[in-house]
């Protein structure tokens, strides 16, 4: 889908976060405490990107998860704005902005997938 076309589908935030890798508050977002069965899609293309069986609390004010739904449904990329030096989550299909990971989750992995809410979709179980 284009740009253009995504400020028509999406929110002003929605959008800001997707194409221009804006964060949105944390503690904002509609699915930081959400812990129902399910499975979370790319609000920009509806990929398939986390399960709900990998996401945990992080008490950070975002969705967090250990690991993708699969290794082809995210990509990474460096990330060094601000001054600092991240690690930036991006959908694989569309490469919209989702978040960034963290080497400080839980195991089996050992990462934290920090996520925006706005660049999701929950599908119930």
Not at 16 to 38: H, I, K, L, M, R
């Amino acid at each position: 889908m284009r740009k253009s076309d995504l400020k028509f589908k999406l929110s002003e935030l929605a959008f800001q976060v997707t194409q221009n890798s804006a964060t949105e508050p944390p503690f904002s977002g509609e699915f930081y405490d959400c812990f129902e069965d399910g499975v979370y899609k790319c609000i920009c293309c509806d990929s398939e990107l986390f399960c709900s069986d990998d996401k945990f609390n992080s008490s950070t004010g975002w969705p967090s998860f250990h690991s993708s739904i699969n290794e082809d449904a995210i990509d990474t990329v460096s990330d060094n704005t601000f001054g600092m030096q991240r690690t930036e989550v991006v959908c694989s299909k569309c490469n919209a902005h989702l978040g960034h990971v963290f080497d400080d989750g839980p195991k089996p992995s050992f990462k934290r997938y920090c996520i925006n809410s706005v660049a999701l979709n929950f599908v119930k179980k």
